[in-house]
């Protein structure tokens, strides 16, 4: 009997641990490093898988302060500085839809609301992306690029919203 109670307990605590390994898989987990245009420490993201999108945690510093700035998914991962961060590519857009929230074919999956920079050039802010995965399928996310824009996206113009220079770029990992 004590045998039989001891391995319940064993494959309980076993089936447990896989079910928690593969939520913990499933939702995931993922950051970037984010560099300005002269290649300077700027800050990180982290990046959380949920049911319905991804959860981006902002902590970043050296932005143009006191205004709004475009934040985007941008294509491939590869943020060279010496390029302006045109290396990172275009916005992340699996389906070919318009930019912007106020195109009436839009938006796409790199679209993501203007930040509110502070005074002091930081941003800390969380934002949620319904439109992404960090992993698997066409709209995942990891291995791109995460892109700060000089100025903010005016949510219509093709194909990127009028946002400026890029000013700060990180690559998922």
Request: proline residues 4%; hydrophobic residues 40%; negative net charge.
């Amino acid at each position: 009997m004590r045998i039989r109670s001891m391995f319940r307990i064993v494959v309980a605590g076993a089936v447990g641990a896989l079910a928690a390994g593969s939520a913990t898989a499933e939702g995931g987990s993922a950051s970037a490093a984010f560099f300005d245009a002269a290649g300077k420490d700027a800050g990180t993201a982290t990046l959380s898988q949920t049911a319905s999108g991804v959860l981006i945690d902002l902590d970043l510093s050296g932005l143009p302060a006191g205004g709004w700035v475009a934040f985007h998914v941008h294509e491939t991962g590869n943020c060279d500085h010496t390029t302006g961060h045109d290396s990172a590519g275009g916005h992340f857009n699996p389906t070919g839809a318009a930019h912007g929230y106020l195109s009436a074919d839009g938006p796409h999956a790199g679209d993501m609301p203007n930040q509110m920079v502070a005074a002091d050039g930081t941003l800390k802010a969380q934002v949620f992306n319904p439109m992404v995965r960090l992993d698997g399928g066409d709209t995942a996310i990891r291995g791109r690029a995460l892109m700060i824009h000089a100025g903010p996206d005016d949510y219509e113009s093709q194909p990127s919203g009028k946002a400026g220079k890029r000013h700060a770029c990180g690559v998922i990992e």
